[in-house]
């Protein structure tokens, strides 16, 4: 499947530059840490070398852009959430470690009810100790009762429980 069928059409990043430093990447023509800044990004944000980017920057696509029942406050600089897409799970992680809890926003959470209703995988990368890697966690068979009642106390309760749980999970060091 290609993700740049699926780009809604008219949505751009416009000031926000969150993949540039929140994302790892481990390509040949690019290297960089996650959440650190990119070295190709500009103070004002947006690339210094957009028209000449990385392969891995051209295939990227935020969820945010995939979406398309999602409103511009759900674009990641201002919701503080990440969604990645790897064409079989909608991964949502904050933006650093300090706003792991902006994922249990109602408007973040209907976005994940309305993915695990339409049968969507869904995962949550939530940051654990620092040095080491982010807890992955697949939620959906932890919400599908809730998100099939329509119940989004319940999702909410839930999701904060996985939140917590995911913040103390045993995760591999980062690589340096």
Request: with cysteine; proline share 7%.
């Amino acid at each position: 499947m290609s993700l740049e069928r699926m780009l809604v059409k008219g949505r751009k990043c416009g000031s926000c530059s969150v993949c540039c430093v929140s994302l790892k990447i481990t390509e040949p023509t690019l290297k960089k840490e996650a959440d650190i800044p990119c070295i190709n990004l500009r103070p004002q944000g947006g690339c210094s070398v957009y028209e000449n980017r990385p392969p891995v920057c051209k295939t990227w696509y935020c969820g945010w852009r995939l979406l398309p029942f999602m409103g511009p406050g759900l674009r990641p600089d201002r919701s503080k959430v990440l969604i990645r897409f790897d064409g079989s799970v909608w991964c949502f992680q904050p933006t650093d470690k300090t706003h792991s809890s902006a994922i249990l926003d109602e408007e973040i959470l209907t976005v994940i009810g309305g993915i695990i209703d339409n049968d969507g995988k869904v995962s949550i990368s939530i940051p654990t100790k620092p040095g080491y890697c982010s807890a992955n966690t697949v939620v959906n068979e932890h919400l599908k009762e809730a998100v099939s009642r329509q119940s989004l106390q319940q999702v909410k309760r839930i999701m904060s429980d996985l939140i917590v749980l995911s913040s103390k999970a045993k995760t591999d060091p980062l690589t340096p």
